[in-house]
């Protein structure tokens, strides 16, 4: 990969990042001519306070000196302090972050390797009950909302049959060390793991199958065929590696939306992440929390996309040179 | 006088061309059964919606209307779906419910696929910079994660149905645009244009007699496409409590249900029937979309076999 193209694809993601945040400022200062009468409507504000809560939130001066602070600040990652909390927003986020990054990391994961190996089968054997099943299956995960198949879920698996816990992260009562520790959480992140899993593995299923399915057509197999060798390695050594591809893209790409769906799935399961922290900061409505979630979403989503545009260009030299 | 008679029947013959095109695609449509379905579905749910009024009616759904009904009463008690925790009957919320879903998912496809359309359409057109920046904006929005876009965007506008509506459609609009751009591109260059551009026809009207007939197929196709992800969107802004409070929509009446506790007292009459009617709406606009896209597309076509 030539030193060029790495340094293209980074200046393109700093570009799009800049445009978050230019957008971001223009959202909440331009569209809305006073945001603080909009996002406190109904409540009494004394012309005293509308001025304090301006000036807290970078709101006075001219347009131009407020955007000067305010790319000063995102810069240094100050997004302001969170309104309900009074603690800064970037401190708020990172506390927040480590249970939304293991239960996406897991489930994008989870839904990755069995979302391939459902289109691998659906393909190879097309046309058969094995591919009808599963089509049927990845059909119907795709209509549900993701929360609705975690209420389904919760539903079934933690009140009615109580073998999971309804919510949390930890039982706060658990005594032991760190192992059983360690076991607890993932007991407690099994069911919104596996709601994300399933709403998400049938994307996966429907690209490889498609992609396998182009493949097969392809004279190398039939040459591989030809050779004698056994229907295995055909389908692992010749077809799949080369139908994968648009697979490893599709992982970064949907990154984006398994986030947004932890927003709701992490409401479901009260699993303390950064999507609980957006749904309560919509409650406020905490406008400085919720501006620095926008933008962290956004900045892991850009990152993740250039790391599929390099990864994709490593593993198929063909984009290299275009 | 000749040349604006042959003007005027050759586009006679360009409409009846369209026209005799649209029955035989109706005719391919009718033998897809999974597009049937679909379709059948689809025109029973749209039926139900249309006619709420007299399936229930509306002051059902006000909580002072239902001081004397049991709460949480199931569907056995309390015909035909139940009552919720303020003794609301589910029923009505549903078949109300169903007028807000359509209608957030339908409006907001039409605004996305008008944005997508144009601008797909302008920047495949317009090459050079234009189309280039235009491509770079479309990929801009292509990448910034929807429903955190979508939640600072409703947040900052306020709850409403149409704040909903314009927020689901100004950010569902950029893959259109770059499916539409990429048939444009190749639209273009086709024969046909070059000899309507060299006898010196108007962007304006290469644009409108050839370039947007070719693409109108691709657009219904992505129509189809698009409203499933409208509605799973409205279903999950309004879970978030950013949806009309005044009005009952499906995914309303997920996010009460959940608060309410209906989960915890397994109150299934309340949580399901919103759920499995979200999935019937986007079930069949996938059917939809997927026959139409293989009448359309014929690659597709020769591969079913």
Redo the contacts between chains.
């Keep these: 990969m030539s030193a060029r193209f790495v340094t293209l694809k980074v200046l393109g993601a700093l570009t799009t990042l800049a445009f978050v945040v230019v957008f971001n400022f223009f959202l909440f200062r331009v569209v809305e001519s006073d945001p603080v009468a909009n996002l406190f409507r109904g409540r009494n504000l004394t012309v005293q306070q509308k001025e304090q809560l301006r000036q807290q939130f970078g709101l006075d001066g001219s347009k131009l000196e407020q955007f000067g602070r305010y790319v000063g600040q995102t810069v240094q990652l100050n997004f302001g302090r969170s309104y309900t909390s009074n603690e800064p927003v970037m401190s708020e986020i990172a506390s927040r972050a480590w249970p939304t990054i293991a239960l996406v990391g897991i489930s994008t994961l989870l839904s990755a390797v069995f979302g391939i190996l459902i289109g691998i089968v659906a393909a190879w054997k097309r046309g058969s009950p094995t591919d009808y099943a599963s089509t049927g299956f990845t059909m119907a995960t795709y209509s549900m909302p993701d929360f609705w198949l975690g209420m389904l879920l919760l539903v079934t698996m933690a009140v009615s049959l109580d073998l999971f816990p309804v919510g949390g992260i930890s039982d706060p009562s658990a005594s032991g060390g760190s192992i059983s520790h360690v076991l607890d959480q993932a007991h407690h992140m099994f069911l919104p793991a596996l709601t994300l899993t399933v709403a998400y593995l049938g994307e996966y299923a429907i690209v490889m199958r498609s992609a396998l399915l182009d493949t097969m057509r392809e004279d190398y197999l039939t040459l591989a065929r030809a050779k004698g060798l056994r229907d295995v390695v055909v389908r692992n050594r010749h077809a799949v590696p080369n139908a994968i591809l648009p697979v490893v893209t599709l992982i970064a790409i949907n990154f984006g939306f398994v986030l947004s769906g932890a927003i709701a799935v992490e409401t479901i399961y009260s699993w303390p992440g950064l999507g609980l922290l957006t749904y309560d900061a919509l409650r406020g409505p905490d406008l400085p929390l919720l501006q620095g979630l926008f933008i962290v979403f956004s900045a892991a989503v850009i990152f993740f996309n250039l790391v599929a545009d390099l990864l994709y260009a490593y593993l198929d030299p063909r984009v290299r040179t275009a | 006088m000749s040349t604006l008679e042959t003007g005027v029947s050759g586009r006679r013959i360009a409409w009846e061309r369209r026209r005799r095109a649209l029955s035989q695609s109706w005719s391919e449509y009718r033998h897809s059964t999974p597009g049937m379905i679909g379709l059948v579905a689809l025109v029973l749910i749209v039926a139900m919606a249309l006619a709420a009024p007299l399936l229930a009616a509306e002051s059902e759904l006000r909580a002072v209307n239902a001081i004397d009904n049991p709460t949480w009463a199931t569907p056995g008690e309390f015909p035909p779906l139940g009552t919720d925790n303020l003794g609301r009957s589910v029923w009505a919320q549903f078949v109300w419910g169903a007028r807000i879903s359509l209608l957030v998912g339908l409006a907001a496809t039409l605004i996305a696929i008008v944005i997508g359309s144009t601008v797909g359409i302008v920047s495949g057109f317009f090459g050079r910079w234009f189309g280039a920046v235009l491509m770079r904006i479309t ?2 929005f292509l ?7 979508a ?3 409703a ?4 709850p409403s149905v149409w704040n909903i509506i314009l927020v689901i459609g100004v950010t569902s609009w950029p893959s259109t645009a770059r499916v539409i751009r990429a048939q444009v591109l190749s639209v273009k260059e086709r024969l046909y244009v070059e000899r309507s551009r060299s006898l010196g026809a108007s962007n304006r009207h290469l644009m409108s007699q050839h370039v947007f007939p070719n693409v109108s197929p691709l657009i219904l196709a992505n129509l189809t496409l698009t409203v ?1 992800v409208a509605i ?1 969107s409205e ?2 802004l309004s ?4 949806g009309d409070p005044t009005r009952a929509s499906w ?1 309303k009446m ?1 996010d009460e249900a ?1 608060s309410a506790g209906a ?2 007292r ?1 109150a ?1 009459w309340y ?1 399901l029937p919103p ?1 499995l009617g ?2 019937v709406v ?2 069949a606009f ?1 059917l939809i979309g997927q026959a139409l896209e293989e009448i359309l597309d014929p690659r597709l076509k020769e ?1 079913r076999s």
């Excluded at chain 2, 990448?143 to 876009?149: D, E, N, T």
């Excluded at chain 2, 947040?155 to 306020?158: E, F, M």
């Excluded at chain 2, 879970?239 to 950013?242: K, N, Q, V």
């Design positions: 990929e801009w990448v910034i994660p929807f429903l955190p876009l939640i600072v965007l947040a900052v506008l306020g499933p799973l279903t999950t879970f978030l409590g950013l995914g997920l959940f989960l915890s397994n299934w949580y759920g979200i999935m986007v079930l996938v591969g």
